[in-house]
């Protein structure tokens, strides 16, 4: 038979093992484009929340930009399995097929940031969450 001190020794072995396995959701970090900019290697493979413009031709560059830092980008990505928001992206993106032109888009976009120095794009928000959008319509310039 068992004593029961070895049982309590086998039962403490075990939660250890399997408390050992189970992982608390990571925090995101919040930082701005234009220190993801400056301080790549600080913010690499980490989730972030960054507040921004989205900016895209409505085919396929789309980027999040700050005004503060305007020769700044962050190329826009969706994960893989989608993102909460995705359809008020798409909705305001894609609403009159031009993207986002005439259009202000803002919000809050959290993700895993990447950075590759030789890559193309430099800098990657794989998107898995978006909140706080607003879309403002902006008025088109006469031709001139």
């Known amino acids: 038979m068992y004593s029961m001190t070895r049982i309590v020794l086998i039962a403490l072995a075990l939660i250890s093992l399997t408390a050992g396995g189970c992982k608390r959701p990571e925090q995101a970090t919040t930082a701005t484009v234009c220190e993801l900019a400056s301080n790549p290697t600080r913010y690499h493979k980490k989730l972030v929340t960054v507040a921004g413009v ?34 008020k992206v798409l909705g305001a993106e894609l609403a009159d097929l031009s993207g986002t032109v005439h259009k202000d888009i803002r919000g809050t976009f959290t993700g ?26 902006v008025a ?4 001139q």
């Open 54 to 87: 989205l900016k895209s031709d409505g085919v396929e560059n789309t980027t999040l930009v700050d005004p503060s830092c305007r020769a700044t980008a962050v190329a826009f990505v969706w994960g893989p399995d989608g993102y909460t928001g995705e359809m």
């Open 112 to 137: 895993r940031f990447l950075w590759d120095r030789s890559g193309h794009p430099v800098r990657t928000l794989v998107v898995s969450d978006v909140s706080q959008l607003t879309v403002k319509h």
């Open 140 to 143: 088109r310039r006469p031709p």
